[in-house]
Structure formats: C-alpha cells, structure tokens
C-alpha cells in the first residue's frame, strides 16, 4: 500500500530570513537559525456540506481484509481535503465491509444517522491486477448517484479511489476537488534540515544529502529544478538539484549571503544577496550570474515571488520599520507597499491565476495564512489553528501547501482555499516546513 511520508518541528520559516530581519550577524550561522523564525478566484463555499460515510471496501469472499480498510481510510482523507463534506467517523456507524450493491438494513441505518451518501463498493484482484467497483449511494434512497470501475496495478489502491473522490466532487459541485501533483519541502532538526520530494499520491523521499542546513525550496517553472540555499560552504549559497536523479549543482555565489531563490520566466531567477554590503534582491540567470539589481533602499529586502505573468515581484521588506509585503516591478522600479495591516508579514507566494497573494502575518502568539489582491485591499485570513507558515499554492490555485504546529510539532498540511479545511500530508521524525509546490 502506498503510505504518506510525512511531520518536522517547530517552523523555521526562511530560517536567514529573519536571521537577516532582526539583524542577526552572519558569522554563526546555525545559532543564527535556531533563534530566529522563519520568514518566513476565491468563490463562496457550498452552504452546507454533505454528510457522507465510507464503510470498508469488501473484497473476496464477502469480508474484505486490510486492503478494504486501507481504501475507505484514503477515500475519508481526500474526502476531507475537499472541504465539501463531513465525513462521518467509522467509529459512529457499521464500517465492516460493504460491497457495491449493500442491503437495506445497512443504509437506512446511515440514513437515520442523517448521512446524505456513501461510498460502497469492492475489490478483487485478477493476476498481477487490482480491480475496484465503487459506487455512491443515497442511503435513504437506495439511488446510485455515481458509479465506476478501475482497474490498475495491485499497488495503485490508493490512486484509484482517490480518482473515484475527485469525480465525485466533480459530478457534485462541476470541478475537482484534490489537490495533486508534488511537493518540494525542508525537513530535519534546528541544526541539520534537508530537502525532500513527496508526491501527493502518497509517495515521497528525500532529495538532498548535504548534512548541513538546506533551506526555502523553490522549483523551475519548467519543473525540471529545485533551487534551495545551503551552508555547505560555510555561508549560504544557492544550489539546484533535480528531482528525478537528485543530483546537485551550485550556483555562482556573490557576497556571504546567497537566500531566498525563486523562479522566474526564461530561465531566470530572483534572490538576496548581500553582494554591496546590504540584503536586496537581484535577478540571476539559471547559473547565478547576476543580470540586476531589482531593488535598492537601506531596509532589508527578501523573499520574492513571481507574478504568473513574470512581469512583478511581491517581497518583503523591513523599509517601512516592520516586515511587509511590496510589489515592484521584475524590471526594477519603484516599490509599492501591498500589506496595511499586521505588524509583521512575511513568505509571499503569487497564485497562479494572478488574482491573490498569500502571507504569513504574525496573529496571537504565531503565524497565520492570509489572502490578498494584489492590488491591496482588506485581507482574508484562511488559517486559525496553530501557527501557519510558508504558504505554497497549487497549480491551479485551489489549494495552498504550508507549514503548521496545529498537531504539535511543525507538518505540511494542504488547505483548501475555499473553506480553510486543512489536511496533513506529512508525518516523520523532526520539523517539516517550506513547502513549495511543483509547478505540474
């Protein structure tokens, strides 16, 4: 069966990053980062959610063993992830087996148990195959409302009955529902973190071995690349390693201080350097020579992020006497100040479809997500549990990746952008932060 990798502790957003911002001195870096913190179309959700419930899959001989389990337990986590039900827990109703054609007696009990549907349904292998019959009923009706038949490898259990919940999503609310494809993210403890790939399907590995601080991932647009900073040399430098072969490369270092790489259009980059003595922000070419110098004022300039377009960049800035999200122009220009309220807003990260802008604003005693337009405006505040970093968008914007202490130790958890519905997708020894979403 295909597991999640997944937790890593407490969030070390752009560990530099506010090293840098509360003008931390360079010359010992990891007591640098062990103090300082990371830096680290919205439509209406449905008025009410369904209720729906998922008992086991039943598989040969009428009693389905763990396999049918397993494939209700990943059905009631995407289920979830969707942000358009509540799923009913197995511990509230009969979970045992249930094939595709279920008795009377079994859905008018989870009808009285106010459930609006269920996935019923069945496994059997044929060879080296896997073979599922998944329907969703209307239990007080005994209606199929949707029904299909995978088949696959005997390993793609998991895959198939996610497939089967984005069509139920899609056949409900007209779109799908699943947040898919890979995500780049940081892993380790306050002295040793590393870069690790996971796929949302379920599989996942680590990326870099460089057995020092590896940090704030950020992929290619053409996917190809994830660059990161690392202390390898003694000093934070930019690196890229493929996600396929995990070979690493370095980039062309300029100054004591190379951080906060991110992708741009052509091939090009954007990062801070503290090349003439002062952290601004540059555009570099794939190798990392320096094409210019973007922005240029006394404050601290840090963590940008490509518009769609590639024609801006937001970044935070400390010119305004607090961190705070600016926009500019990826040519260079003047800046103009995104965020108005918050003391403290940091991580920048441009959706896809151009239309917001996500943060972490300090909220409380941490850090929560929040939504803007990039033409300003009063912002949204999508998390509330925990404290939230290090927001990543989805390719097509529907979800945000980040980092969350909402279960203890710092974890990547997936949140839908529509209902604020939050998934953990990682769950391994140390802290897990600086998610970064590959961009297909």
């Known amino acids: 069966m295909m597991k999640h990798i997944l937790p890593i502790t407490k969030p070390l957003a752009l560990g530099i990053l506010l090293a840098v911002l509360v003008m931390v001195q360079l010359c010992q870096p990891a007591s640098l980062l062990a103090q300082s913190r990371e830096y680290v179309d919205v439509k209406a959700p449905l008025a009410q959610k369904y209720v729906i419930a998922v008992p086991a899959l039943q598989g040969p ?7 049918g389990t397993s494939l209700a337990a990943q059905a009631n986590r995407d289920l979830k992830v969707s942000g358009h039900f509540t799923v009913l827990d197995p511990a509230a109703f009969d979970a045992s087996p249930i094939g595709p054609s279920p008795g009377t007696a079994r859905l008018s009990a989870l009808a009285a148990l106010g459930c609006n549907l269920v996935i019923a349904g069945g496994w059997q292998q044929e060879g ?36 089967f919940v984005n069509e139920i999503v899609l056949y409900l609310t007209g779109e799908r529902g699943l947040p898919q494809g890979r995500l780049a993210f940081v892993s380790g403890t306050a002295d040793h973190k ?26 290619s647009r053409d996917g190809s690349e994830i660059f990161f900073c690392s202390y390898r040399g003694g000093f934070p430098a930019l690196y890229a390693v493929q996600p396929g072969s995990g070979q690493v490369r370095k980039l062309a270092s300029h100054g004591t201080l190379n951080i906060t790489p991110a992708a741009g259009p052509g091939g ?20 990392g020579n320096i094409r210019q110098r973007l922005t240029n004022s006394p404050g601290i300039d840090v963590s940008p992020t490509f518009s769609p377009d590639g024609s801006q960049i937001a970044f935070v800035s400390n010119r305004a006497g607090t961190p705070q999200i600016f926009i500019m122009s990826s040519s260079g220009g003047p800046a103009r100040r995104l965020t108005m309220s918050g003391s403290y807003n940091v991580s920048p990260s441009w959706s896809p479809k151009g239309d917001l802008i996500a943060y972490a604003g300090r909220a409380g005693g941490g850090f929560q997500i929040f939504l803007i337009s990039p033409q300003g405006g009063t912002p949204r505040q999508l998390t509330q549990e925990g404290s939230n970093e290090n927001p990543s968008f989805s390719p097509d914007g529907a979800f945000i990746a980040c980092s969350s202490t909402r279960e203890g130790k710092p974890a990547i958890y997936v949140i839908n952008v529509k209902t604020g519905s939050a998934t953990r997708v990682t769950n391994m020894p140390g802290a897990q932060t600086q998610p970064a979403w590959a961009p297909k």
Not at 61 to 67: D, I, M, Q, T
Not at 268 to 287: F, G, H, M, S, V
């Open 61 to 67: 001989g009428g009693a389905g063993p763990e396999l």
């Open 128 to 163: 080296q195959q896997l073979v599922l019959d998944l329907r969703l009923l209307e239990p007080s009706s005994g209606k199929m409302v949707l029904g299909k038949r995978y088949r696959g490898g005997l390993h793609d259990g998991p895959r198939m009955m996610s497939q």
């Open 194 to 219: 590393e870069i690790y790939l996971i796929d949302l399907g379920g599989q996942g590995k680590q990326l870099t071995r460089m057995g020092t601080l590896s940090l704030t991932p950020s992929w």
């Open 268 to 287: 090009l980059l954007a990062a801070t350097l503290n090349k003439d003595k002062d952290q601004e922000i540059y555009l570099l070419d794939r190798q």
